[in-house]
């Protein structure tokens, strides 16, 4: 089944340390993206990519990193320096043909700093 | 300034009843997508607008698109318990990145 995969479900931190999320695809995007939820808000975009050894910055990239080596892939890494990473994370992907943009989402990683 | 409002942002209503969520956007669009998302669950897509005057139905929900007013608007139609969940509409303002609105959360009481 074609779709987005990530991992993990729950990811525990602790406090200094990096961590990364996955962020499969098989659906051929050529664009994925990053998003940050707190709790009963809205989505904010952390980085996207669209096209393989490019992305950009988000509204709220400090304390993030990324990298684009496969059009499949997109991880994500939560360093030490964001220093309020308790969040559910969500990886997105979508086309970037002018028919649609519509966004395609895998299950989340929520993350909590111990 | 690239912006999309939603509102309400909170609605409570009785099964059965009919209501509107709005969405609004700031900048020229043709491409606005409406999504749901369940308590502790990612988001599904709902519909997909892509043009002027374009209307999707499914089930309870309709949604509609009026580009000259820059206008979504996701009606529900007697509604059941089943539809409590917060909902988002999202428009393609800017090339392939989507602005979000803040969510809609409905609560449907029995």
């Known amino acids: 089944d074609g779709g987005i995969t990530q991992s993990p479900k729950y990811l525990f931190r602790k406090e200094g340390q990096n961590v990364t999320l996955s962020c499969e695809q098989n659906?051929?995007?050529?664009?994925m993206y990053w998003y940050r939820q707190d709790p009963g808000q809205g989505l904010r975009l952390i980085y996207y990519?669209?096209?393989?050894?490019?992305?950009q910055k988000g509204d709220i990239a400090e304390g993030y990193s990324v990298s684009r080596e496969k059009k499949e892939s997109f991880p994500l890494t939560v360093t030490s320096a964001q220093k309020n990473p308790t969040a559910f994370y969500l990886c997105a992907s979508s086309s970037t043909t002018r028919s649609s943009t519509e966004a395609f989402f895998g299950q989340g990683t929520r993350l909590t700093v111990v | 300034e690239l912006k999309v409002e939603q509102n309400p942002l909170f609605l409570s209503m009785q099964e059965g009843k009919n209501y509107t969520i709005y969405c609004n956007y700031s900048?020229?669009?043709?491409?606005l997508y409406w999504y749901r998302q369940d308590p502790g669950k990612s988001l599904e897509s709902l519909f997909v607008?892509?043009?002027n005057g374009a209307v999707k139905q499914e089930g309870r929900l309709m949604a509609s698109l009026d580009t000259k007013a820059r206008l979504s608007t996701l009606h529900i139609t007697a509604a059941v318990h089943d539809l409590s969940a917060t909902y988002f509409c999202a428009v393609d303002m800017k090339r392939y990145q989507l602005i979000w609105g803040a969510g809609t959360k409905l609560i449907i009481k029995p």
């Open positions: 990519s669209q096209i393989v050894n490019d992305f």
């Open positions: 900048t020229t669009s043709d491409r």
């Open positions: 607008l892509l043009s």
């Open positions: 659906l051929n995007h050529d664009a």
